[in-house]
């Protein structure tokens, strides 16, 4: 029998090597299919980020252009506001040059106003200066300087002024500035030209400036003011009487006056010490208070004054008056001192003078 030489590509080789290919392949299929499952999500994933990313570009570009629109809107209004800014300050600037140019005129009328007013003021005193020193003085019934009160008034008061040496005493201390306590305290505080404007002083002002216009030409005359200590009017007139046949005199003294602001305690010690200090010694007296004294010779010890200790501070000043003088009295209102009329008018008839407590509108 012959032999059969072995072959090594047989047909089982074949399978085996066929079966062994396609597990190759079956493997390959396996892998590659998840391969590309997974491929395909991640694409996915990117491409939706790339869509979402193109929106956004999509709609900053919009927004973009919206934006570069307002823009041109505000550079145009800006550029309008500029211009009318401009157009406003320029006005301004015209304005200003006009409202200044008005106040320096309204001041130039101002100040001619105020000089014509001064030159009519010194005008109507050189004509009581003429009147005063006309032989027309002897009839007693024209006064040495006018005095203009509010309406046309007749008041029969009793007081008259009269003598040949002739001395006011014009309360000026604080209280003179109202005739309550609580306005007394809030005026205090005031500026000085508030205080001068308080309508209680503004009256005793009035009424020495009426008393000065009743003052006989013949006569001589003192006026002081008194608070704590007592001063004249015209400086350095101290102890000596002043002629009233010079209406200029008496015009400065009233003007002093006007000047004048209340202030401090009431002293009626130095008040009537100052009219020893005269020689000879007056011969009327016109005393223009609201009340009795808050001190003595020397201030007080304490910062209250009850109403005995007012009346001991009168009765001491009563001691340094000058015998056989006059005093007559113009008493103003004042709350909280209801002694004052009392011990005033005694003082007046014990002296042969008068007491006079004015209304509102006098003089």
Same mark, same amino acid.
């Given at each position: ?16 090597i066929a079966c062994g290919f396609g597990a190759v392949i079956l493997f ?18 990117? &491409? ?5 990313? /193109?929106? /956004?570009?999509?709609?900053?570009? @919009? ?14 209004? +800006? ?31 101002? +100040? ?17 200066? @003429? ?20 309406? #046309? ?16 005493? @014009? ?6 500035? #109202? ?12 500026? #000085? ?7 209680? *002083? ?9 008393? %000065? ?5 013949? $006569? ?20 000596? *009487? ?22 401090? !305690? ?9 009219? +020893? ?7 009327n007296v016109y005393l223009l208070t609201d009340g009795l004294p808050t +001190? ?7 910062? %209250? ?9 009168? &009765? ?6 000058? $015998? ?10 004042? /709350? !909280? ?21 004015? $209304?509102?509108? *006098?003089?």
């Open positions: 029998m012959k032999r059969r030489l072995p072959n090594v590509f047989s047909l089982s080789f074949l399978d085996v390959f299929m396996i892998i590659n299919t998840g391969s590309t499952r997974k491929s395909d999500e991640r694409t996915k994933t990117l &491409r939706e980020e790339a869509t979402r990313l /193109e929106h /956004e570009v999509l709609e900053g570009r @919009l927004h973009l252009v919206v934006l570069r629109n307002s823009v041109e809107d505000l550079e145009r209004e +800006q550029a309008e506001t500029e211009g009318r800014s401009q157009r406003i300050i320029a006005a301004i600037r015209e304005k200003t040059t006009e409202l200044a140019e008005f106040e320096d005129d309204t001041l130039a009328r101002i +100040q001619h106003v105020d000089a014509l007013k001064a030159d009519l003021e010194s005008l109507e005193r050189d004509v009581r200066r @003429l009147e005063a020193g006309s032989h027309g003085r002897e009839d007693s019934g024209r006064a040495l300087r006018s005095f203009q009160g509010a309406g #046309d008034r007749q008041y029969l008061t009793g007081l008259k002024v009269g003598g040949e040496r002739i001395f006011i005493l @014009l309360d000026a201390s604080a209280s003179m500035l #109202d005739q309550t306590v609580v306005n007394i305290v809030r005026r205090r505080h005031l500026s #000085d030209a508030e205080k001068r404007r308080s309508a209680k *002083w503004q009256r005793a002002v009035a009424t020495v400036d009426w008393l %000065t216009t009743q003052i006989p030409a013949a $006569s001589r005359f003192q006026i002081h003011t008194f608070d704590v200590t007592s001063r004249p009017l015209i400086e350095g007139s101290e102890g000596r *009487w002043l002629e009233a046949s010079a209406p200029a005199t008496l015009n400065q003294a009233v003007d002093a006056l006007r000047e004048f602001v209340p202030h401090g !305690g009431t002293s009626l010690y130095h008040a009537f010490a100052a009219l +020893q200090a005269m020689s000879p010694p007056p011969d +001190q003595g010779e020397k201030p007080p010890r304490r910062s %209250t004054v009850s109403p005995a200790n007012r009346l001991s501070h009168f &009765r001491k000043a009563l001691g340094v008056l000058p $015998s056989g003088v006059p005093v007559n009295v113009i008493l103003f209102p004042m /709350e !909280g001192d209801p002694d004052a009329a009392i011990q005033f008018w005694l003082l007046a008839q014990s002296s042969r003078g008068s007491l006079l407590s004015p $209304s509102r509108d *006098w003089p």
